[in-house]
């Protein structure tokens, strides 16, 4: 799992721009919803309501693009910055058998999933189904809806990964004992001393 920390802060920046990102997306959508639907939450044009959802799903999933390829890097490093973090210091919420940081490797499982069924789908779509063509379109806003959820998965709680590592490096180091008092002789006078 070794990386350079220069890459490992460039996903952190990436994870925090999909974060950013995906909350814009996010917003925009719920304003979009609550003025396009009935007050029991029932689209009036189910036709653009649809239309509108397939692209908050493409806005989000092309937004986690950025990320993926440092997913699996993200959560291998928060695991073991956990696992030094002094007990204190570590909310309940992050941990692997806790809720935030086992959600985002399950959204991560089913996203790499889906990911090889679309390479799959891909290739079994006709020769002339291009992106713009009803068969390569369809197909594509089929994978993103089934893998928004995942994706917001990782918009909720992708923090945690970024919390995890502010903790991480504002905790003491471990090859570092903390600083002790301990007397040294003065002419004439003992004094302390911190070291």
Do not use: C
Request: aromatic content about 8%; hydrophobic content about 35%; proline content about 7%.
């Amino acid at each position: 799992m070794s990386l350079d920390p220069t890459a490992h802060r460039a996903y952190l920046h990436h994870l925090d721009g999909f974060i950013r990102d995906s909350k814009k997306i996010l917003d925009a959508w719920d304003t979009y919803s609550d003025e396009h639907t009935d007050p029991d939450g029932w689209p009036y044009d189910d036709h653009a309501y649809g239309l509108r959802q397939t692209q908050r799903d493409a806005d989000t999933a092309k937004a986690f693009e950025t990320i993926r390829a440092g997913a699996r890097h993200l959560l291998a490093t928060a695991e073991t910055q956990l696992a030094h973090l002094p007990a204190h210091t570590v909310q309940n919420r992050w941990g692997y058998r806790g809720y935030q940081v086992g959600v985002l490797h399950t959204a991560l499982d089913r996203l790499d999933a889906l990911h090889e069924e679309w390479q799959r789908a891909r290739e079994s779509l006709p020769a002339d189904a291009r992106p713009g063509t009803p068969a390569f379109d369809d197909a594509l806003a089929e994978h993103h809806a089934e893998s928004w959820s995942y994706l917001d998965d990782w918009a909720t709680h992708g923090h945690a990964i970024v919390d995890i590592n502010a903790a991480a490096q504002h905790a003491p180091s471990l090859l570092a004992p903390p600083p002790t008092i301990t007397a040294v002789p003065a002419p004439g006078r003992t004094t302390s001393v911190r070291r």
